[in-house]
């Protein structure tokens, strides 16, 4: 895996360099264009959140430098909290949706963690200036500058909006590449064909988005603009967004913790649904900066420590995995007892790493 899927600041794969056209195509169409270069399983995008493709992408709204950025970084994990993770099922919480998503004890799993990369970063980048000026024109006070913003109606919105939902969809065929890397690397690894591996995609969920839904608010149905930011979507059993497959159970919930602890897979509720806009929270949040973890990491042996922990790390550099301790992170099986006990969720799986890669 570690050879197979670019991992860094700045990573790129020689052999996925895309044109113009090529990439354009990308930021409209999403994981379907990747399972059309073959890159992937026809069923994969009946199991990604809006089948992988944000509609209302205008590639056409992208700078330049961003498309630079996003033309050699397709199919790469990036630095950061990002992360490719093979993980194995200990426990199973609920035996009928651990079911229906395919999901048992001891069985291995694989979790990635990735975005749009450098052309996302450099959308917001663009548009951050944009909308500083935009809130003044408008009228708006801002207690923070990253808080800028302009009336949806607005044509700085429109254009910010568009360009969002072209790096979403970035996004999703850059995970689904990935994915397909990694049953190659299973596959390889173990000497058979890939489709003997058995590896489907269970869920696929943006965790750093705004998107047009449909809620009921004080007696009436509203569209609205649903931003969530280190939140996912957790749509319940029966709603006609989620997942035709999860229908009877609500779409898959992924709350990944740190790499030496556990991860969770969960479902959406009707609860959520009404008191949280269908949203959950996305991951376990840090108790250490960056910085703080770097100071703290120090006089460790970090890899060492991690293999006595079970857990083998493969990285792009030593910075990134101090940053990234376990210790830098609240632990997760709190969070998510949290919110199985609030409703917004329901526990379905616990998965520990055996092996990590970072950036």
């Given amino acids: 895996m570690y050879k197979h899927v670019p991992t860094g600041v700045g990573a790129h794969r020689r052999d996925l360099k895309l044109s ?25 995008v009946d199991n990604l959140e809006e089948g992988g493709c944000i509609r209302g992408a205008d590639p056409e709204q992208v700078s330049e430098r961003a498309l630079e ?6 199919g790469t994990l990036g630095s950061g909290n990002h992360f490719a993770e093979i993980q194995y099922v200990t426990e199973i919480y609920d035996e009928r949706i651990a079911e229906a998503f395919g999901l048992f ?44 913003c302009a009336p949806l109606s607005s044509p700085e919105a429109k254009r910010y909006l568009a360009a969002m939902s072209a790096a979403a969809n970035f996004a999703f065929a850059n995970r689904q590449v990935m994915a397909h890397w990694v049953r190659e690397s299973f596959a390889a690894a173990l000497g058979i064909p890939v489709e003997r591996t058995g590896m489907s995609v269970v869920y696929d969920v943006c965790h750093n988005i705004a998107k047009f839904e ?39 919930v992924l709350i990944p913790g740190d790499m030496g602890r556990y991860s969770y897979v969960l479902a959406g509720t009707q609860r959520a649904y009404e008191q949280t806009f269908g949203s959950t929270c996305h991951g376990a949040g840090r108790r250490l900066s960056r910085a703080a973890a770097k100071r703290a990491s120090r006089g460790h042996a970090l890899l060492r420590e991690m293999e006595d922990r079970g857990v083998v790390v493969m990285a792009a ?9 376990p210790d830098a992170y609240k632990d997760v099986a709190d969070v998510v007892r949290v919110v199985h006990e609030a409703g917004l969720s329901t526990r379905v799986a616990q998965l520990r790493p055996i092996g990590v890669i970072k950036g």
Avoid: N
């Avoid at 950025?69 to 397709?74: D, F, I, S």
């Avoid at 931003?227 to 029966?238: E, L, Q, S, V, W």
């Avoid at 550099?317 to 301790?325: D, I, K, P, Q, S």
């Fill in 317 to 325: 550099g030593m910075a990134t995995v101090a940053e990234e301790m």
């Fill in 20 to 44: 113009r056209p090529e990439l354009m195509r990308v930021l409209a169409e999403g994981a379907a264009w990747a399972i059309k270069e073959g890159f992937g399983w026809r069923g994969d």
């Fill in 214 to 252: 449909t809620f009921t608010v004080e007696g009436r149905d509203r569209r609205l603009c649903v931003h969530r930011k280190g939140a996912t979507r957790a749509y319940p059993p029966g709603h006609p967004a989620t997942p035709a497959p999860y229908r009877e159970t609500g779409q898959p």
């Fill in 105 to 148: 004890v001891d069985q291995i799993t694989v979790m990635i963690h990735s975005g749009s990369r450098g052309l996302g970063h450099q959308v917001c980048e663009d548009h951050l200036r944009v909308m500083v000026q935009a809130a003044a024109r408008y009228g708006i006070e801002l207690p923070d500058r990253q808080l800028c």
């Fill in 69 to 74: 950025r996003g033309a050699g970084q397709l």
